[in-house]
């Protein structure tokens, strides 16, 4: 889908990209990493011509694209950054109309598109398009960005640290909305970024770039579990076992759970709990409340009185993380099962750290 | 507990403590002829009790309420009483100038005294300091900002103030008064519009290429330090000598002295706010919003029609503003090379020692300069865009 052959560009007398050869197939994320000053930037902007190469070729679906007008090459790629870059003097909905509008699309067209991304990006149609970008939050904008870039649905989507300016909560959100997203769109990506765990999370393929040369181009996995030489090894550090477990969804590890309502009585309570050192609370309609144990349970007159509250943003994970989430979450909370929620918060099961030792034992075995 | 409501407005103080103080000096000079020293009148020597009342008693309230802040009522009190104070000011003085001037010879003129230009000054303090308390209501704001000097226009209209000294000058020089306010407008209007034009493409030019940037600031930097006689005075000797080696230049006006010089130096001032202000608006902008803008395929002329420029208009249009009411000023010089305007009244009036002649020519060019300010302020309103201006929510 976007292969270049040979890339090499100069400035002035200093190489920025040295003979990068690279091919990502359609629907893939690759994901360009590396030290700052390796030349990642220069080789994403190369492919949509904001940079023309010294040397070499880039084929766009098997067409040279030197031979496109840029104009035309861009607008059929996506292009977001971190900076954002958007238009400040416009409105959400005429940033994200940006291309469908150079692209003459109609109006009735270009709207329904802009509500249907805001929807995808998670939000409001009704409440954001007619904001202006100096009344969003430093996600929301990114996300805008997103959008922008998404606007004309182009089959390939470039972005340079699409995810840098925010907090690394926000971030860590934007990320797996991002995967989600992907993972639905299925766009031929390139992802510039210096965060590994970003590369990690997202990649399909992780190119690690040193002073403009490829050193290894792999997946994730490959990378964490085989570098290439030192300069890999180096660059992915000593916690690449701990960083392998982003790579592995919860979802074999989620076991159902026992989960008792409010209006119990203690009996039935202490009868659930059996050995267990504690058992899930839970609302009428499913969602998470927290839990009780056998301490709480004696000194209480009921069920009710004897919740311990868990705030489910706290403590709960979806079943889309990751078992380095779920790691982390026990290890900051200390606790040594946490409950797993759906979307709406409602209680599914439970993992507990003796099965995500168990995984974790397992890739270490298989890992070199 | 007094203190409370004691919290004054000191700003409206200011102003009504010189409109108190308005009373000391004389209202209206009655003189022999037009230029001949005359006697001094105060405000209770030229007006009857009643008239000195009103406005020591309007100034009265003012400086009570200025010491009563708070409410938007006391805001609204102020205002109203000082432009009560300049319409009664007017009102008395055109009666009075009449009283006095019947019998008097024809040569005599009453004249504008101290005493009335600091009740009229004091009343302009005490209206900005009411504006300023009434932001969120433009009507009221509007009103208490122009209602006076509407007030004076009627009167002006009606010929209530005709035999004031001031409107005697004009009176047998209205066709003068008009066609050197015409040339006014024509000499500032042109070169400014050209300023404009010139100052913005230098001003895009120099903030495109920094090798470009330096001469141009550093010319339009210089010029702007020479003061503007030397600068007509310079500009005699090249362009008469222009027009003797090519007289048909002649023919377009092009001489050592008259407008060609006037224009070319007034366009050489109004360049400097505008070619910084322009430099500034493009350069300010912020690159990764012209990064998105290309990488999503816009072409040069979109980036900068739908980018730059709406985003550097209200810096450029600033600068616009700067440079115009810097020239409705400089304009009255002009006239001293020959290129007419109203500063010629100005310079007729020194060369007589006519004061009124001079005001005659100084007061059109003061409320130019205000109007064109505030056309220009509306004008950088409406082209700042929207999302400028909201604030974070």
Not at chain 1, 32 to 45: A, N, Q, V
Not at chain 1, 69 to 80: D, F, H, T, W
Not at chain 1, 207 to 226: F, H, N
Not at chain 2, 336 to 349: D, E, V, Y
């Amino acid at each position: 889908m976007i292969r270049l052959e040979q890339v090499t560009r100069y400035y002035g007398n200093t190489i920025a990209v040295n003979e990068l050869s690279l091919e990502v197939s359609q629907g893939e994320v690759c994901v360009l990493i590396g030290p700052s000053g390796c030349g990642k930037t220069t080789t994403l902007r190369m492919v949509n011509r904001l940079i023309e190469p010294t040397a070499g070729h880039i084929f766009i679906n098997g067409q040279d694209n030197s031979q496109i007008k840029p104009e035309r090459l861009r607008q059929s790629i996506g292009y977001a950054i971190q900076s954002v870059g958007l238009f400040p003097h416009m409105t959400v909905a005429a940033n994200i109309a940006t291309v469908p509008e150079l692209l003459h699309w109609e109006k009735s067209r270009i709207a329904s598109r802009i509500e249907e991304l805001l929807i995808l990006v998670g939000l409001n149609p009704a409440e954001y398009a007619r904001k202006y970008p100096n009344q969003l939050s430093g996600g929301e904008a990114q996300r805008v960005g997103v959008a922008r870039a998404l606007a004309a649905d182009p089959p390939i989507l470039l972005m340079d640290e699409p995810f840098g300016a925010v907090d690394p909560l926000t971030r860590e959100r934007l990320q797996s909305q991002f995967a989600r997203i992907q993972q639905k769109l299925k766009k031929t990506t390139i992802l510039v970024t210096h965060d590994l765990d970003e590369a990690i999370r997202l990649a399909d393929r992780i190119a690690i770039m040193a002073s403009g040369k490829l050193v290894q181009y792999d997946t994730p996995e490959t990378i964490l579990s085989r570098p290439a030489n030192k300069f890999v090894h180096d660059f992915v550090g000593t916690d690449r076992a701990l960083k392998r477990l982003s790579r592995i969804s919860i979802q074999s590890v989620i076991k159902p759970s026992p989960a008792i309502v409010m209006d119990v009585s203690i009996e039935e309570a202490v009868s659930v709990i059996g050995s267990r050192p504690s058992v899930w609370v839970v609302a009428d309609d499913g969602r998470f409340i927290g839990w009780v144990d056998m301490t709480s349970l004696s000194a209480a007159t009921s069920v009710r009185e004897a919740i311990v509250p868990g705030d489910v943003d706290e403590i709960a994970i979806t079943a889309s993380a990751t078992l380095r989430e779920a790691l982390s979450r026990m290890l900051g909370q200390g606790l040594r099962n946490i409950p797993v929620v759906d979307e709406k918060k409602h209680f599914i099961g439970e993992v507990t750290l003796s099965d995500v030792e168990a995984v974790t034992a397992e890739t270490a075995e298989t890992g070199a | 507990m007094i203190r409370r409501f004691i919290s004054r407005d000191s700003v409206a103080l200011v102003g009504s403590i010189i409109g108190l103080s308005s009373v000391l000096p004389g209202w209206l000079t009655l003189k022999p002829s037009r230029i001949v020293a005359g006697t001094s009148l105060r405000l209770w020597q030229s007006s009857d009790w009643e008239g000195s009342t009103v406005i020591l008693g309007l100034w009265l309230l003012c400086f009570v309420l200025s010491l009563l802040r708070g409410s938007k009522l006391s805001a609204l009190m102020l205002g109203t009483a000082a432009n009560l104070i300049i319409i009664v000011t007017f009102l008395l003085a055109g009666l009075v100038a009449s009283n006095l001037l019947e019998g008097a010879a024809p040569s005599a003129r009453v004249s504008l005294g101290a005493g009335i230009w600091m009740t009229l000054g004091g009343a302009y303090v005490v209206i900005f300091a009411a504006r300023q308390r009434l932001p969120d209501s433009p009507l009221w704001r509007n009103l208490v900002s122009w209602a006076g000097l509407a007030a004076l226009g009627v009167l002006l209209t009606i010929g209530w103030l005709g035999n004031l000294s001031i409107l005697q000058e004009f009176s047998g020089r209205e066709e003068r008064f008009v066609q050197e306010l015409l040339q006014h407008l024509f000499l500032f209007g042109s070169s400014v519009a050209a300023g404009t034009v010139l100052g913005i493409l230098l001003g895009i030019r120099a903030a495109r290429s920094t090798g470009a940037a330096g001469p141009i600031f550093f010319i339009s930097n210089i010029t702007q330090t020479i003061p503007s006689l030397a600068l007509f005075g310079l500009l005699i000797a090249p362009l008469s000598a222009l027009s003797f080696a090519f007289p048909v230049l002649r023919e377009f006006g092009i001489r050592g002295v008259g407008v060609a010089p006037a224009i070319m130096a007034l366009i050489v001032y109004s360049l400097l706010p505008v070619v910084r202000n322009t430099y500034v608006g493009f350069h300010q902008l912020d690159p990764g919003v012209i990064d998105a803008g290309r990488g999503m395929g816009m072409s040069r002329g979109n980036i900068f029609r739908k980018l730059e420029v709406p985003l550097a208009a209200p810096l450029i249009l600033e600068g616009v503003r700067t440079a115009a009411v810097q020239s409705v000023g400089l304009t009255a010089v002009t006239a001293l090379i020959g290129a007419g305007g109203l500063g010629w009244f100005i310079f007729q009036g020194l060369g007589q020692a006519a004061a009124d002649l001079i005001l005659l020519g100084a007061i059109p060019i003061i409320v130019l300069a205000l109007l064109v300010d505030a056309v220009m302020r509306a004008i950088i309103t409406l082209a700042t865009p929207k999302g400028l201006g909201v604030g974070k929510q």
